[in-house]
């Protein structure tokens, strides 16, 4: 199985940016497809934006499109995300995620193992 450890988040005003981090260790982190989703207070859990094992297709919900880059180093087992232009709606607790399946997967049912999750807070 791998562990995840998100870090990175904070409070920024609106137009801000944020890099978020996400830390893998034990098994091989070149072999999963990996996510990132986010909660907001009373919200379910949604899916922000996927990136495949090698990192060379990557996938975004629309409302991040053009705002927030997805990225991995299957060199030094991390997984980031940028995050610019943030917005007040785009506060949350932000997880990352790994999966097992091939491909670029937006729902939480396909995604094996999860963070704790590192919170964001955007104000106006």
């Known amino acids: 199985q791998v562990q995840l450890v998100e870090s990175g988040g904070g409070l920024v005003q609106a137009g801000g940016s944020l890099r978020l981090s996400c830390a893998a260790s034990?098994?091989?982190?070149?072999?999963?497809?990996m996510g990132w989703f986010r909660q907001a207070p009373g919200k379910e859990r949604e899916f922000v934006a996927a990136?495949?094992?090698?990192?060379?297709?990557?996938y975004y919900v629309d409302s991040v499109k053009g705002r927030f880059t997805i990225s991995r180093d299957n060199a030094m087992n991390t997984l980031d995300l940028q995050m610019n232009s943030l917005k007040p709606e785009d506060t949350a607790v932000y997880y990352c995620a790994a999966s097992l399946s091939t491909g670029l997967w937006t729902g939480l049912a396909a995604y094996d193992y999860w963070g704790q999750g590192t919170q964001v807070t955007v104000s106006s």
């Open positions: 990136i495949n094992w090698i990192g060379t297709s990557t």
């Open positions: 034990g098994r091989t982190f070149s072999s999963y497809a």
